[in-house]
């Protein structure tokens, strides 16, 4: 796979009709128009989100969507860095230089990404443009791959509610965006119609324009440090790369974590922690990314939005860690809630 870094991305900023090859990390062909024919069905291009791959959650279930692609499908996968606090400008003109290169579908990784799409796609019409997590940008050639992110929060919130032993529990956002908030409404609302005596401790990491509540561990760290003086002893951080550092901290305290977006349990870079996370909220990115691609494969690229919830398995809580399938009073109330959502008879809120 070839991978854009963040070097080149400046590169790419200062000099966009330039290729990358300039600075000796990707190639790129064409210099004007929608170029998507000379790598349709041949490669496919994911740009991340803040945190970049390697953050163990939101970013990385991408990659492992590319990476299925590439096995599966014989795709080639170019994957590309975010420069640090870049611009709605530099995203439009590192997915220009990804829809330059033929690259076919081209996904941005993040709700982040909406105005910069909103612009490159109308210039490249026979290119396909994904977009997680956002469904406000819209066009005959944008795939909207977003998910029912409160649904898995409120089983999240289940299986707090049964597992805490002093009545405390926490929610860690990484920035208070209405995304986040999703997660925040949904484990809320899980935890209350669980337990109403459980008190749940809820903070954000920072505010807009602040994006460093995604991306930095030591600020996570210190926010679960606060709840577990506080005697929270189930924490669930919805915080991207910064979630680390407050897994880092739960599991050195003894107490359980709840992992987001990607099964925690199974990330090789939490492995020193993975006995401390009891179950992990999942967003089957990983599967809307490949699929995606797939439908571009095929010559039928999906478009509009495209909706991941429980009913679909878009959404949902891992069970990798044997600690959570032994407590069989947990499980059977986190699957009980799991069919009165899809049965309709639990409406999950969206915000707190």
Request: net charge neutral; charged share 25%; glycine share 10%.
């Amino acid at each position: 796979m070839r991978r854009i870094t963040r070097i080149a991305t400046l590169c790419i900023a200062s000099a966009v009709a330039l290729t990358a090859t300039a600075c000796g990390k990707t190639s790129s062909s064409s210099s004007s128009g929608d170029s998507s024919s000379a790598g349709t069905k041949e490669t496919a291009a994911i740009a991340y989100d803040v945190g970049g791959r390697g953050d163990q959650s939101f970013n990385d279930a991408a990659y492992a969507g590319l990476q299925k692609a590439e096995t599966d499908l014989k795709v080639k996968g170019v994957d590309s860095e975010p420069s640090d606090g870049e611009s709605d400008a530099d995203k439009v003109q590192r997915l220009t230089e990804l829809a330059r290169g033929g690259n076919n579908p081209v996904i941005g990784v993040g709700f982040a990404y909406a105005p910069a799409i909103d612009k490159v796609a109308k210039k490249f019409p026979k290119t396909t443009f994904g977009i997680i997590d956002d469904a406000s940008v819209t066009g005959a050639n944008i795939a909207n791959m977003v998910f029912n992110e409160e649904q898995g929060s409120y089983l999240a919130g289940v299986a707090a509610a049964k597992t805490t032993k002093t009545a405390t529990v926490g929610f860690i956002g990484g920035v208070e965006t209405p995304l986040i908030k999703k997660f925040q409404a949904g484990f809320e609302q899980g935890v209350k119609d669980t337990d109403p005596k459980v008190k749940v401790l809820s903070q954000y990491l920072t505010q807009p324009p602040n994006f460093d509540g995604f991306s930095k561990p030591d600020l996570g760290k210190a926010a679960a440090q606060g709840q577990l003086d506080k005697k929270a002893d189930v924490i669930y951080a919805a915080a991207g790369l910064a979630g680390s550092g407050s897994i880092e901290a739960v599991s050195k305290a003894g107490k359980w974590n709840i992992g987001v977006d990607s099964d925690q349990y199974n990330q090789k870079g939490l492995a020193d922690y993975k006995d401390s996370i009891l179950t992990s909220v999942t967003k089957d990115v990983a599967d809307a990314v490949y699929n995606l691609i797939k439908s571009v494969q095929d010559g039928k690229p999906e478009s509009g939005e495209i909706r991941y919830g429980l009913d679909k398995d878009g959404v949902g809580l891992a069970d990798s860690n044997p600690a959570y399938t032994k407590m069989t009073d947990v499980v059977a109330a986190v699957e009980k809630a799991k069919k009165e959502i899809i049965d309709g008879k639990i409406t999950v809120k969206t915000t707190p």
